[in-house]
């Protein structure tokens, strides 16, 4: 392996002290043109890279924030991750991006590593519902942000979408297409984006003189195509079958169309769906699926200029803030037709 090449190497051979390097690096307009060109000439050809972990020890703090996600396979949270590194990049600062698979002990690994490494502060969508992850990382004193979860504002800073309101969106729209048989498929239920999502479709039924239990529950472990697949399995073997459908998210509701078709069954002419997160896939399925869009980019990007802003110049006037922005159902073919006679 090539040697690393130190500072001193680079003042040695410009011919100048390690202070007028440190300069030019940092500080270029102290140093004189002619010096700073012979500086720059010898680190291009040294190969030099500044430390990033020696200026951060000197800083006092590091231009690195984390953001810790449920499921970097959803592409809702690849746009969560677009929004937060706009924010940053803007700020100067960069974003290391990391995946807890919904696993509370990766998620207690990398916020240990956040610890060790000592980032500006953390972006995170907790998987672990206890909260004893995240109670002990605080000790660190590293500022953190809620994405996609509310947390009181009192604790922290947390940017989400209201998914009571998303639900009630899905379910009313598929009750005003008609239905009155509507199975909801989920992640596992103490994820309060799919307790809450639930909620919101208990709500809309209940706004129509139905009983809660109008509306079948399959949960499965995973937010996944895969989970979504299992799921279309278990709702085709339902008897009397749901006319409707409503997933927790996009990738379920696209593993529940595979389903579906494999067994030939219509949507939205035998069944109607619904998803969430509107991910760029919706709209491309064999059936362009309906779902409740999340401004996830939004999301993203207002947490990072709220951690930002925490951990700046300006931090002693920060006062945490509990956003809540608004879902939007996008209406699409697989929700559309109207119940066949006799359904």
Partial sequence: MARAVGIKEVARQAGVSVGTVSNVINRPESVSEETRARVLAT??????????????LRAGRSRIISLLVLDMANPFFVDVASGAERAAREAGLGVMVCNSAQSPEEEAEYLALFSEQRVRGVLVTPADISGRNLESFRRHGIPFVFVDRVVPSAEGCSVSVDDVTG???????????????????????????????????????????????????????RLDVAAGRDAGARLLGMSPRPTAVFCANDLLALGVLQALYGAGVSVPGDVALVGYDDIEFAAAAAVPLTSVRQPAFRMGRTAAELLIEETGEAAGAHRHQRIVLQPELVVRGSSLARLRRGH
């Fill in 167 to 221: 639900g009630t969106l899905a379910a009313r729209h598929l009750l005003d297409q008609g239905h009155r048989s509507i199975a909801y498929v989920s992640g596992p239920m103490q994820l309060a984006q799919c307790h809450d999502r639930r909620t919101g479709a208990v709500r809309a039924l209940r706004e129509a003189g139905l009983d809660d239990d109008a509306l079948r529950h399959v949960e499965v472990e």
């Fill in 43 to 56: 680190i291009e050809r040294l190969g030099y890279v500044r430390s990033e972990s020696a200026r951060q």
